[in-house]
């Protein structure tokens, strides 16, 4: 992962959070959109719609944040979020064009969503132990006097969602 030295980096890395988010929305409602079983279709679904959740609020803390508006080159995403594009994009490619995901391939799917899922995760613990907390932190209360407590809370819960995740992957 790139080094967050500046507190433009911290906006760059949460721009491309949300990115990746929204990448991670698509891959997981195409999944639930391929998979016939009704319990696993409502469980990708549901993460399909957290990492949206995530994705937006992400992007409003960037753009609060930022100084310019500039959108990250891919080899910003790439600095931050390396192994998790990787995955994603291998990801997309191994069920683009496929109508169903049969029954049988759902294991070898999970697995790969697990190595995805923990990646992600552990770049937002990154985030929530770096010096950027602190300055998103003050930047958002001097933005709308918001309590550095909520912003905390926020991506504690974006972590156990993550973790959430993690769990009903692997069972």
Same mark, same amino acid.
């Given at each position: 992962?790139?080094?967050?030295?500046q507190?433009?980096?911290?906006?760059?890395f949460?721009?491309?959070?949300?990115?990746?988010?929204?990448?991670? $929305?698509l891959?997981y409602?195409d999944?639930a959109?391929?998979?016939?079983?009704p319990?696993i279709n409502?469980?990708?679904? *549901?993460?399909?719609y957290?990492?949206?959740? *995530?994705?937006?609020?992400?992007?409003?803390i960037?753009?609060s944040i930022?100084?310019a508006k500039?959108i990250p080159?891919?080899?910003?995403?790439e600095?931050?979020?390396?192994?998790?594009?990787m995955?994603?994009?291998?990801?997309?490619?191994?069920?683009?064009?496929?109508?169903?995901?049969?029954k049988e *391939?759902?294991?070898?799917l999970?697995?790969?969503?697990?190595?995805l899922?923990?990646?992600?995760?552990? =770049?937002?613990?990154?985030?929530v132990?770096? =010096?950027?907390l602190? $300055?998103?932190?003050r930047?958002?209360s001097?933005?709308?006097n918001?309590?550095v407590?909520?912003?905390g809370?926020?991506?504690?819960?974006?972590?156990?969602?993550?973790?959430?995740?993690e769990?009903?992957?692997? =069972?």
């Amino acid at each position: 992962m790139a080094k967050i030295k500046q507190e433009s980096d911290v906006a760059d890395f949460l721009c491309c959070a949300c990115i990746l988010e929204e990448r991670a $929305y698509l891959l997981y409602k195409d999944l639930a959109d391929k998979v016939n079983l009704p319990l696993i279709n409502a469980l990708l679904l *549901h993460i399909a719609y957290d990492s949206r959740k *995530h994705s937006v609020i992400l992007k409003g803390i960037s753009k609060s944040i930022a100084k310019a508006k500039k959108i990250p080159k891919n080899r910003d995403q790439e600095l931050f979020f390396g192994e998790s594009w990787m995955v994603i994009e291998q990801l997309v490619r191994e069920i683009d064009g496929k109508e169903t995901i049969p029954k049988e *391939h759902l294991s070898s799917l999970v697995h790969k969503l697990m190595i995805l899922e923990n990646t992600v995760a552990d =770049k937002y613990y990154c985030l929530v132990q770096l =010096k950027a907390l602190r $300055y998103m932190a003050r930047e958002l209360s001097e933005i709308y006097n918001l309590d550095v407590k909520d912003l905390g809370t926020f991506l504690i819960s974006l972590l156990e969602t993550k973790r959430f995740t993690e769990n009903s992957c692997q =069972k």
